[in-house]
């Protein structure tokens, strides 16, 4: 039996019914569909894109098998000519997007579908579900990075995902980002991310005297591969370093070396700062400190603002909840239908028609000073990078997946290479948003579109 996240009956049930009307009707036409987001978050100056290899994949493995058709069939809702045809249903279609990893603005067409009506429609809602929540995990861990630039940061975020599949989502879509790995296991089998481990409080409590545990927890993983690292919160944090310094040496000489303490409570400048100089007195000025508990980028700044000696950071709920904007206005909507460019007019939902590219422009400094989005066909404008690129024709990929770690190094490469006000946690005013502007040509077809009567 299929995977729920692989089932095409993971969808809306209007896709379905749409199918059906439109095989009765004969409507077999070419349709392009184009994925974009209406508006930024307030919180939000950019987005950073994830979930197309994943999205590509879905594409590529779509069908119903019999099970999930006689499942349809029983339901009374679809005939049985309807389910005979389904059965044979492939994605044969075309697929242009940007590049994982890429920072885009709204309105700006991140992947574009063009196949055969009845297939692109029924994709709609399972890529709107696999791009959109790892693009918000990505632009959250984004923000993170760029609050703390030089730190360690890692996916502390599984236990409070939404589900399995969001916590692995997390885990790539975070060091996409930046982020130095994931505590989630699977997601170093599945991405071959770096898994971190710490310890919890419960290994320290179930011990008579906390050194005990401390002592036994190194000995259990001499040898081994991986740092050691000990948390020392669990009933007072001072007296647990001074413990620390104590039982260092004798460690060491079994073949123990303590690589890192975590921090999970309390006031964390404090604590970090007492610990620091604890060790630092007592000679272990090679351990490092690393924090978590509630922390999110607007926390991170104000930890290294306050320039608390921590060294990494675990980034749990917030991030794979991405908490302050757990939801983007992401949107499929059709474009064109059998070579006929098609506009929604509904209010404040409006679309702009037609297939369509997203340059970006660069200065003479080659930092990007503009984005323009234009009809597909339209020239391209000078200094201009086409973002939209073609990554499968006939229902197949053009090239295998693109490794993890060149995709996280061009995520870097674009973060770096943003304006300076939009790398800010704060949202910047208009006049220093990054400017995104319509061809005229695409904005005269829409006009051309308008006057005519529906």
């Keep these: 039996m299929k995977q729920a996240a692989d089932s095409a009956l ?10 059906q009307a439109y095989y009765d009707e004969g409507l077999d036409g070419s349709a392009v569909f184009e994925l974009f987001v209406r508006a930024l978050p307030a919180q939000r100056n950019f987005l950073l894109l994830a979930g197309i290899e994943q999205a590509l994949a879905f594409l590529e493995q779509l069908r119903f098998d019999p099970g999930e058709l006689d499942w349809l069939r029983a339901t009374g809702r679809f005939r049985t000519d309807f389910l005979d045809w389904l059965s044979e249903l492939r994605f044969t279609g075309e697929v242009h997007a940007m590049r994982e990893g890429t ?3 709204a309105n700006e067409p991140v992947l574009r579908v063009q196949a055969p009506i009845a297939q692109a429609q029924l994709v709609e809602s399972r890529l709107l579900n696999l791009i959109h929540y790892a693009t918000l995990v990505a632009s959250k861990a984004a923000r993170c990075r760029l609050a703390a630039p030089d730190s360690l ?3 502390f975020g599984l236990r409070h995902a939404h589900g399995a599949e969001a916590g692995l989502v997390a885990a790539r879509s975070s060091y996409l980002a930046g ?7 699977l997601a170093g089998q599945h991405y071959g991310i770096p898994v971190f481990g ?8 179930v011990h008579e005297l906390e050194v005990q545990a401390f002592r036994a927890y190194a000995d259990s993983l001499t040898g081994l591969r991986g ?10 944090t ?14 060491e000489r079994r073949g123990a070396r303590i690589a890192s303490v975590r921090l999970d409570s309390g006031d964390l400048v404090a604590h970090a700062r007492l610990v620091r100089t604890i060790f630092d007195q007592g000679g272990l000025q090679e351990i490092s400190i690393f924090a978590s508990g509630s922390l999110d980028e607007w926390r991170l700044r104000q930890l290294l603002q306050a320039s608390a000696p921590i060294d990494g950071f675990g980034v749990g709920t917030a991030l794979s909840t991405s908490a302050d904007a757990p939801a983007l206005d992401a949107v499929y909507k059709l474009q064109s239908y059998a070579g006929k460019p098609r506009r929604k007019r509904s209010e404040g939902k409006a679309t702009w028609p037609g297939a369509k590219q997203v340059w970006r422009c660069s200065g003479p400094d080659g930092r990007p000073e503009r984005d323009l989005v234009a009809l597909a066909d339209e020239a391209a404008p000078a200094g201009g990078l086409a973002l939209l690129q073609p990554v499968m024709r006939a229902g197949r990929r053009l090239a295998p997946p693109e490794p993890l770690d060149a995709l996280r190094a061009h995520a870097a490469a674009q973060l770096a290479a943003l304006p300076g006000p939009l790398r800010g946690l704060d ?17 005269q077809l829409a006009a051309s579109l308008d006057r005519q009567s529906h």
Excluded: N, W
């Design 198 to 205: 710490t310890m919890a409080h419960s290994y320290i409590e």
């Design 427 to 443: 949202a910047v005013a208009a006049a220093q948003a990054y400017p995104v502007a319509i061809s005229d040509p695409l904005q």
């Design 153 to 155: 940061l890692v996916d």
């Design 103 to 105: 920072v885009f603005f």
């Design 10 to 19: 993971l969808t809306d049930l209007y896709q379905l019914t749409m199918l």
């Design 179 to 185: 982020f130095a790995g994931s505590a989630t296991v």
């Design 238 to 251: 001072e007296a647990a370093a001074r413990k620390i310094v104590a039982l260092a040496p004798a460690l």
């Design 227 to 236: 740092p050691l690292m000990l948390l020392i919160d669990t009933y007072d």
